[in-house]
C-alpha cells in the first residue's frame, strides 16, 4: 500500500511537470497521481499490457495520471 502511494506521488510530480499549466499544484498532483495509478492499472489491463517491477509500475501511474489531469482539465472547461 505505501509501496503504491510513493509510486502515485512520483507519477503525479511527472505528469504535472509533462503537462505544465495543467496541473494543480504539488499537492493536487500527488493526489491526481495516486488516483491516476488506478486509472493507469485499468487502462493497462483493458489493453492487455503487462507492466511489472518499479519501473512499469511508475509509468503505468505516470499514463494514468495524464490521462486524470487530461479529462479533470477539459471538464474544467
Do not use: C, H, P, Y
Not at 509500475?57 to 487530461?70: K, N, Q, R, Y
Amino acid at each position: 500500500m505505501l509501496w503504491m502511494i510513493l509510486i502515485g506521488a512520483v507519477a503525479g510530480w511527472l505528469a504535472g511537470q509533462i503537462m505544465k499549466g495543467k496541473g494543480f499544484g504539488i499537492l493536487g498532483n500527488i493526489l491526481v497521481g495516486i488516483v491516476g495509478s488506478l486509472v493507469g492499472g485499468f487502462v493497462f489491463r483493458m489493453a492487455q499490457i503487462q507492466a511489472t517491477g518499479g519501473i512499469g509500475e511508475l509509468i503505468t501511474a505516470t499514463v494514468g495520471a495524464l490521462i486524470l489531469l487530461f479529462v479533470i482539465d477539459r471538464a474544467k472547461r
